[in-house]
């Protein structure tokens, strides 16, 4: 990328094509919080939202956070939407996810006679009677959203369009 | 951590660090957003709380 032609482009220009570069880059800063950033060269805005992401995770997590099951019997919308807010965050979801209910998992089972799906529902249950768990949950999502929204900025940034 | 006021201030200073590092590029211009963020959360929840107070459940 050619940075004196990049910064001599107006404000709001669109720039080039996104390079394979930025496709890694958004791919990496969804997974690590933060990656995408460093990978385009921005290192220190990369460690910053890093921290500030992953600090809401593990806030959510340690406040027994809401880490959402899509639920096709019970709002399915908005359960896949809690679904996408808490998988923002990459692969400290993944990971949530295996701590909490022992595997990766995103939905309940169609079947209520599984028996993952008791399981799964009175861990889910269980964390969202805790008096800490709206404030979890808060953090938790918030996490997800904001690692989102900084996958527009790394397209900004690979585009030309941002510093 | 179960203090409603701590979470109140915490949650609120992710926000606007966040926002405030998004949305400019200055370090003063960062400063000064993210503390506008800061207190428009905290002082609006607050004015909220006070506006409710005389109306409990």
Redesign the interface.
Known sequence: MNVAAEASRPPGSVGPSPTGLTILALLCGWLVPGLGHILLRRVR?GL??SA?VL??FA?GVT?EGRVALRDERQAPFLSAMQVVANAGVGLADLAARHHVYGAVTYALPNDPGAPSYEAWLGILRDRTRS??SI?GT??LW?AGL?NL??LF?IWDIGRGRK? | MGSHVLHLLLYSAIVAAFFGALLRRRATDQWKLGASIWIAMVGGTLALAYLMYPFPR
């Open positions: 805005r910053f939202f500030l600090g809401s806030l406040h008096v800490a404030y808060a953090y918030t904001m929204l900084l900025d510093q």
